[in-house]
């Protein structure tokens, strides 16, 4: 069962962090155009925010806790 949920992690990892990366090039390309649309560059960063969160969650997920 946790191959399946590593597994599982692994998979939804590499999918957020291919959203994150691509949130990155959209922002950059609205802050490159003459006149950049503020409010959805402003939920584009959230959205990015949101992401970090859950791939900072599921990192912590699939790395085993050490007890020192």
Do not use: C, G, V, Y
């Not at 597994?7 to 990892?13: G, Q």
């Not at 560059?41 to 791939?55: G, S, T």
Request: overall charge negative.
């Amino acid at each position: 069962m946790a191959e399946q949920d590593n597994n599982d992690f692994a998979a939804e990892l590499a999918r957020l962090q291919q959203e994150h990366r691509d949130l990155d090039a959209a922002i950059e390309a609205l802050q490159q155009s003459p006149a950049p649309d503020l409010l959805r560059m402003q939920r584009l960063k959230k959205r990015k925010l949101q992401l970090r969160d859950r791939i900072s969650f599921i990192e912590d997920q699939i790395t085993p806790d050490i007890i020192a």
